[in-house]
């Protein structure tokens, strides 16, 4: 009976020896936070695995859930206190707000033969840059009167708005014939304010379809001319 006792012993010190020297896998750490990041930025970590078993660690499997992605271990076999890294990378292009995204280890661990590593962030939208320097806008570029009985002078006021960061200074304003004419209200605009030009068209002699230019002048910082086009359809009386 001592016979059999002793070797039911021996069964299991053995088997908790070898639990004991077995590979086992272990991370540092199991979970990162980015913390803000801008929307479009990429950015990484590289996990350390490390072999604090009595065997060979071997990692047999390294999977990404979507959204991030993780490349293979610089060393797949890890002797007993090695240690390896595994590089998670995370794009956040076209996502926003709170994200948790994981990767998944498998190895030869007789315990854990997955392990999980997490990493999170929270993506915020980038801020919008505003120019420097005076910027015209010019919420319409072209205005049709239609049918006009010849003789007629006909009039159209166009809109104009400083969106820049300084002030916007009207230099000249040209037409393409003598036949039309223009009119500020003011040649200076400070940023965010409005101000118009009222433009005249003379028919007078004129029969049948016809377009005229007329071109700003300013110290737009994107661009100096800007051009407005009128049309008309000029019927004789």
Known sequence: MKKYLISFIIIINFSSFAQLV??????????????????????S????????GGDVLVITNVRASCGCTAAEPDKKELKPGES??????FNSKGRVGPQVKSVYVSSNDPDRKEIE??????????????????????????????????GDVVSHIFKLINNGQDVLEIKDVKTSCGCTAAMLSNSKLKPGESGTLKVDLDTKNRVGKMSRTITIVSNDVEQENKILTIFAEVIKN
Request: charged residues 25%; aromatic residues 12%; hydrophobic residues 35%.
């Open 22 to 43: 077995g590979p086992k896998i272990s991370a540092q750490p199991f979970e990162y936070n980015f913390g803000d990041i801008v929307q479009g930025e990429e950015v």
């Open 84 to 89: 390896t890294k595994i590089k998670v990378t």
């Open 45 to 52: 970590y590289p996990f350390t695995i490390t072999n604090s």
């Open 117 to 150: 590593l997490k990493i999170r962030c929270n993506i915020i939208l980038p801020e919008k840059k505003t120019k420097s320097g005076a910027i015209l806008f010019l919420p319409e570029t072209q205005y049709n009167f239609g049918k006009v009985k010849e």
